[in-house]
């Protein structure tokens, strides 16, 4: 958002604050309706045309916002401006209508299971645009303004579990956990979350801190309730059958006398149920829901149970997921607000090299070409086209050298933050951070060439050096295979610099720096990498989430990880492409971006090949969890789909990572002082 926009909707929150508080003052009557943010909502609800054929914003910007994760890139966050431009006036009654405690809907509830809920849907609606606001006040560094609507979610999501009924408490959840807190760590990720702001959120996060913010155990009751009030509702056998039939089932033989004579077991299932959502300890509560959710398949606990029974432990699963979150986001606020913890040091650098990555990504196809010529062979290129060039660079300014500027100084890099899907090439990611640095170098040598001196390179090798740096820290092996690759260009570029003279002994300890903060036991991250990628395999091919699901997830990782780097990389490209349907490296893309020299056609063609093969046919991951774990390895060998196949050598790019990490300091070295270049050691090719 502009900065007039954000005064202009900075002044009208105030002004709209002002406005309700003499309001409240001039009027009991007032006070009471806005002790109640139902009617606020339906008011602001109708003002954004929600239910009817024309809301104010159409469903594709809905499902555009809904789909936004930070950072944004330049066209999402014009579009972005424009729908918050539009809808100003209805956010202001959003953010009213979430401030207020109290949410009373006034639900009759003698309707039971024929009770309609469609503010639930707009609720959802409202606290998407609200997240999206949090976005651009984060990236903007509207500090006070994001936390402000991060808390307003976490209100929002309060009210919904005020409805005593499951969706209701499962929306609550959705928003007021899942979504704020991924907000809350966003902002703690830009560095925005200091200790009188860490503070302030846990002292207004009240409820949140409560066992069950969103009324779980009331909603388990509530849902016992309206079952217990439709049965009742019904005066005839037919009655019934339209009741179950509405539930998408068949009430078989069932009679309207048999279904009311189930009524006091159906009132025991509930309190039941609800006792296991209230009790802390989730073991003990997932074993007592399985029981239930067991004994109402089988029909043990009479018809209405088969029939009527929510799936349970997918809601626990739900709320535990949320209670989660919030505990760790409370801990997390607590160490900052006891300075144990400081902004600078959790400012995460993945979001700024995910922005630097877009910028690069965004730079015409020739242009790029025009970029890769300007940094390995100048001569080259054509005047008009080294001119371009020159000037994109300095037009990528924004877009790209800052990012990676304020990247560099960050001391955390966790990608997980930007929510890919898991397993993942980040091909669009890596293709563009690698020509991101690749912008840096270019206009580094360029500086080099325009003065004939080499140490206008330094600033550049730093940059690509740190960047390269950051990616290790996060260890997956397509970010070790391009964390290698940026270190091994820097490199190229402070010789190629050297010809032109000595860097000097400053320039030279700035290098020293940089390099030094690589580590030299696993430099780049291949190993660790292959260790985590495959976690991150087997942890997302299984659904079990029970207390001994870690060990069988550690004993599992260890079976792929024991088959080598190779092998894991060859199975995490298999399961990207066939089943997240990752966009793949591709030859025609773009001289920056280009991932080709990693993966190569060949192997590409291999990994296709070997998802087209295991069409409908059983996997490594179908094995159970359960087995000892030696069946567990033939199994699994049996049924590798890229057994044999030669996909990365990551042998070899392990064996050289050692060489090309010392070749950088050697390269420096010789760089300080001499103008001869052949004191360093080549590049491993």
Not at 83 to 112: M, N, P, Y
Not at 482 to 509: L, M, N
Request: charged share 25%; hydrophobic share 45%; with cysteine.
């Amino acid at each position: 958002m502009p900065a007039s926009t954000h005064e202009c909707a900075g002044f009208h929150r105030r002004l709209l604050t002002v406005v309700l508080v003499l309001a409240a003052s001039l009027a009991s009557t007032a006070a009471r309706a806005q002790d109640n943010a139902a009617p606020l909502w339906r008011a602001a609800f109708k003002a954004a045309g929600y239910g009817t054929e024309a809301p104010l914003l159409a469903a594709e910007d809905q499902a555009f916002i809904a789909d936004l994760n930070p950072p944004l890139g330049e066209e999402q966050r014009a579009r972005l401006d424009g729908i918050l431009q539009r809808t100003a006036e209805v956010r202001q009654q959003f953010e009213a209508a979430a401030r207020v405690k109290r949410c009373d809907w006034e639900l009759d509830r003698s309707k039971g299971f024929e009770l309609l809920l469609p503010h639930l849907g707009q609720v959802r609606d409202a606290a998407r645009l609200l997240r999206a606001q949090a976005m651009v006040e984060m990236e903007d560094g509207n500090s006070a303004d994001a936390v402000a609507t991060i808390l307003l979610l976490g209100n929002v999501g309060v009210q919904a579990g005020q409805d005593s009924i499951l969706i209701s408490s499962l929306v609550g959840n959705a928003v007021g956990a899942l979504q704020m807190t991924e907000l809350a760590q966003s902002a703690i990720d830009w560095g925005a979350i200091d200790e009188k702001s860490a503070q302030g959120m846990l002292d207004a996060m009240g409820p949140l801190k409560s066992d069950d913010p969103f009324r779980f155990a009331d909603a388990i009751q509530g849902e016992g309730k309206m079952m217990i009030s439709s049965i009742n509702g019904c005066k005839s056998d037919a009655e019934l059958q339209r009741l179950i039939s509405t539930a998408g089932e068949s009430a078989g033989n069932l009679t309207l006398e048999q279904a009311k004579a189930d009524l006091g077991g159906m009132r025991q299932i509930y309190d039941r149920a609800a006792r296991a959502f209230a009790n802390p300890d989730p073991n003990a509560a997932i074993a007592e829901l399985q029981r239930l959710e067991q004994q109402a398949g089988s029909g043990r606990t009479g018809a209405l149970a088969k029939i009527f029974m929510p799936s349970l432990l997918s809601a626990y699963k739900s709320k535990l997921k949320g209670a989660q979150e919030l505990a760790l986001l409370v801990a997390k606020l607590q160490k900052i607000a006891e300075g144990k913890e400081k902004p600078a040091e959790l400012r995460n650098a993945a979001l700024l090299l995910a922005r630097a990555s877009a910028g690069a990504r965004s730079v015409p196809d020739d242009v790029q070409d025009s970029l890769e010529l300007m940094r390995v062979a100048p001569s080259a290129l054509q005047e008009s086209d080294a001119a371009r060039a020159a000037e994109i660079l300095l037009r990528a300014d924004r877009s790209v050298m800052q990012p990676l500027a304020q990247a560099i100084v960050c001391r955390r890099c966790d990608f997980a933050v930007l929510r890919h899907p898991i397993p993942t090439f980040d091909v669009r990611l890596l293709g563009g951070l690698r020509g991101a640095t690749r912008m840096a170098l270019a206009d580094g040598l360029h500086h080099v060439r325009e003065r004939t001196d080499a140490a206008a390179i330094v600033p550049a090798a730093v940059t690509a050096y740190r960047v390269a740096v950051l990616l290790a820290m996060d260890p997956s092996l397509p970010r070790a295979a391009v964390s290698h690759s940026i270190w091994r260009e820097a490199t190229a570029a402070v010789q190629e610099a050297a010809k032109f003279g000595p860097i000097g002994k400053e320039g030279a300890d700035e290098l020293e720096r940089a390099l030094a903060t690589m580590g030299s036991a696993d430099p780049f991250g291949f190993r660790k990498g292959a260790e985590e990628d495959a976690k991150r395999l087997v942890a997302n091919a299984t659904a079990r989430r029970d207390a001994t699901a870690k060990e069988a997830i550690a004993e599992r990782a260890k079976v792929l990880k024991q088959r080598g780097p190779g092998a894991v990389w060859a199975y995490m490209a298999f399961v990207a492409i066939g089943r997240n349907k990752d966009p793949m490296p591709d030859a025609k893309d773009a001289g920056l971006v280009r991932l080709t020299d990693i993966y190569p056609q060949a192997s590409l063609e291999a990994i296709n090949a070997a998802v087209a093969q295991a069409q409908g046919t059983e996997l490594g991951e179908d094995v159970p969890f359960d087995l000892p774990v030696d069946e567990q390895k033939a199994r699994l060998r049996r049924l590798d789909p890229v057994r044999g196949v030669k996909f990365i050598d990551a042998s070899t790019l392990m064996a050289n990572a050692g060489a090309d990490y010392m070749a950088a300091f050697d390269a420096v070295k010789a760089a300080a002082s001499a103008a001869a270049p052949a004191a360093a050691q080549p590049v491993t090719k």
